[in-house]
Structures are given as structure tokens and as C-alpha cells.
């Protein structure tokens, strides 16, 4: 059974940092790129970033750029999202995304408080 559990949300004021993690399970993780997208409240869902199967290529949103890092770790079959800077404009729930399987994870909440 495939499984994507994010962790790693919470509440933090602005200019913080939070590290979210997404544990995989169910699937061949290390052969897959995965994403992060997030969603805030009356918005659509949008792409903050990618990470190659093997790590060596990284793609980010403009708006997340300079301020956010993608990884991974295919040895703990763990992809990660470190956000620093925070803004209050961040605030959203975040979902780990394998786009090649189109396998979603439940999403974690992210709130920065001005």
C-alpha cells in the first residue's frame, strides 16, 4: 500500500524556519522525483518544488526561491522540505507529491503569524 505522511507543520512567526519531512512507503521512492506542492485557503494547489530521483536536480517556485531547499534521502526513503524566511504569505497546507504515480500524501499545515 502506498503511502506518502508528511510531518514537520506548524505554527512559527514570520522570518522562521520550519523543516517538513514526507516518510514514503509502498513504492520503489528512489527511482522517483518527487514534489512539494502547497495550498492555501481559497487558492489552487501550486508547485513549490522538485527533486530528481537522485537528488542532483532541483527546481523551485519563484516565489519560494533562495528561501526553501528540496531533498531527499532514498536511504530513509525521505524527502524533505526546508523552508527558512518565513512569510506570512507561506501559510498553507503542504502536500508531498511522486508525480509519476500521481501518489498524494494528506498534507501538513504551515502557519507564519506576522
Known amino acids: 500500500q502506498v503511502q506518502l505522511v508528511e510531518s514537520g507543520g506548524g505554527l512559527v512567526q514570520s522570518g522562521g524556519s520550519l523543516r517538513l519531512s514526507c516518510a514514503a512507503s509502498?513504492?520503489?521512492?528512489?527511482?522517483?522525483?518527487m514534489n512539494w506542492y502547497r495550498q492555501a485557503r481559497g487558492k489552487e494547489r501550486e508547485l513549490v518544488a522538485h527533486i530528481s530521483s537522485n537528488g542532483g536536480s532541483t527546481n523551485y517556485a519563484d516565489s519560494v526561491k533562495g528561501r526553501f531547499t528540496i531533498s531527499r534521502d532514498n536511504s530513509k526513503n525521505t524527502v524533505y522540505l526546508q523552508m527558512n524566511s518565513l512569510k506570512p504569505e507561506d501559510t498553507a497546507v503542504y502536500y508531498c507529491h511522486a508525480p509519476t504515480k500521481n501518489y498524494w500524501g494528506k498534507g501538513t499545515l504551515v502557519t507564519v503569524s506576522s
Open positions: 509502498g513504492f520503489t521512492f528512489r527511482v522517483y522525483g
